[in-house]
């Protein structure tokens, strides 16, 4: 836009906008509004997060863009909260498989057993994802029947077809979803019966747990969700080529402004 008083270009790269007569730059209503970091790291750390199947670490950010550790995490966190879920998405339907994890780091063994065991140093995670469709994840403070009917209730629409497996706390679902409810039983060392299965649920958490162990190394429960929404846009988008995911993860930017004081809670 051209300054009014000198007639050149405003220095500030402002633009008015016709209607309203506002002055706006590109960086308005989204992630990275009155953000000092030049853009071209902006896009960078897009174009990173977008195409790396695993996740891409605040460190790497800093080593390839020559800033401060503090300012790529600033990138990072924002990036993140661009590619979490639209919380009006519609509702999971067709063949939903269900199904829980634990992650975290490894507990010692039970004393005088050397068994180990899903210790509560370890964050329940569950997962509904749709064949060939979407994934829902959430941070769940429990596995009890009342924490993950509650989350299937939400997140799978009624005429879905559920599948999970022997979990006593899924017991009772078959009479709420018109689709019918399958079981598989890992306890006895069935792992596919025909198209009853959990293994694309099973599928997702490998990657997520890879990308902890082989990327970040280690993820707080405090901060998993963030890590989770970069991971499950990768799974949304996946069929999508890296130009077209870096272009939606931009898109998804606007509208989502996260201020510094609140990004320890988002």
């Given at each position: 836009?051209?300054?009014?008083?000198?007639?050149?270009?405003?220095?500030?790269?402002?633009?008015?906008?016709?209607?309203?007569?506002?002055?706006?730059?590109?960086?308005?209503?989204?992630?990275?509004?009155?953000?000092?970091?030049?853009?071209r790291h902006w896009c960078y750390t897009f174009w990173r997060a977008a195409t790396s199947k695993k996740g891409v670490s605040a460190l790497e950010i800093?080593?390839?863009?020559?800033i401060s550790y503090k300012s790529a995490l600033f990138l990072m966190t924002r990036i993140r909260f661009a590619m979490a879920p639209d919380v009006n998405?519609?509702?999971?339907?067709?063949?939903?498989?269900?199904?829980?994890?634990?992650?975290?780091?490894?507990?010692?063994?039970?004393?005088?057993?050397?068994?180990?065991?899903?210790?509560?140093?370890?964050?329940?995670?569950?997962?509904?994802?749709?064949?060939?469709?979407?994934?829902?994840?959430?941070?769940?403070?429990?596995?009890?029947?009342?924490?993950?009917?509650?989350?299937?209730?939400?997140?799978?629409?009624?005429?879905?077809?559920?599948?999970?497996?022997?979990?006593?706390?899924?017991?009772?679902?078959?009479?709420?979803?018109?689709?019918?409810?399958?079981?598989?039983?890992?306890?006895?060392?069935?792992?596919?019966?025909?198209?009853?299965?959990?293994?694309?649920?099973?599928?997702?958490?490998?990657?997520?747990?890879?990308?902890?162990?082989?990327?970040?190394?280690?993820?707080?429960?405090?901060?998993?969700?963030?890590?989770?929404?970069?991971?499950?846009?990768?799974?949304?988008?996946?069929?999508l080529n890296d130009g077209e995911r870096t272009v939606l993860a931009i898109k998804a930017a606007e509208g989502k402004r996260l201020m510094y004081r609140?990004?320890?809670?988002?």
């Amino acid at each position: 836009m051209v300054d009014a008083k000198t007639g050149e270009r405003n220095s500030r790269y402002l633009w008015r906008c016709r209607d309203c007569k506002q002055q706006y730059t590109v960086r308005i209503g989204t992630v990275y509004e009155e953000s000092r970091i030049e853009l071209r790291h902006w896009c960078y750390t897009f174009w990173r997060a977008a195409t790396s199947k695993k996740g891409v670490s605040a460190l790497e950010i800093k080593r390839h863009c020559q800033i401060s550790y503090k300012s790529a995490l600033f990138l990072m966190t924002r990036i993140r909260f661009a590619m979490a879920p639209d919380v009006n998405s519609p509702q999971l339907a067709g063949s939903v498989e269900c199904d829980e994890t634990y992650i975290g780091a490894r507990r010692p063994p039970y004393p005088g057993t050397g068994k180990r065991g899903r210790g509560t140093s370890k964050t329940p995670v569950f997962v509904a994802v749709e064949r060939q469709g979407e994934i829902r994840r959430r941070i769940v403070p429990d596995v009890t029947a009342f924490t993950l009917k509650g989350a299937i209730r939400e997140e799978v629409d009624r005429s879905a077809r559920i599948v999970r497996d022997e979990l006593h706390s899924y017991h009772g679902l078959a009479a709420e979803f018109a689709g019918g409810h399958d079981t598989v039983c890992h306890g006895t060392k069935e792992f596919a019966r025909g198209d009853v299965h959990t293994n694309t649920a099973e599928s997702t958490y490998a990657l997520l747990k890879r990308s902890i162990v082989g990327i970040y190394h280690n993820v707080s429960r405090e901060y998993l969700h963030r890590y989770q929404w970069h991971a499950d846009f990768l799974w949304n988008n996946r069929k999508l080529n890296d130009g077209e995911r870096t272009v939606l993860a931009i898109k998804a930017a606007e509208g989502k402004r996260l201020m510094y004081r609140h990004s320890t809670a988002n």
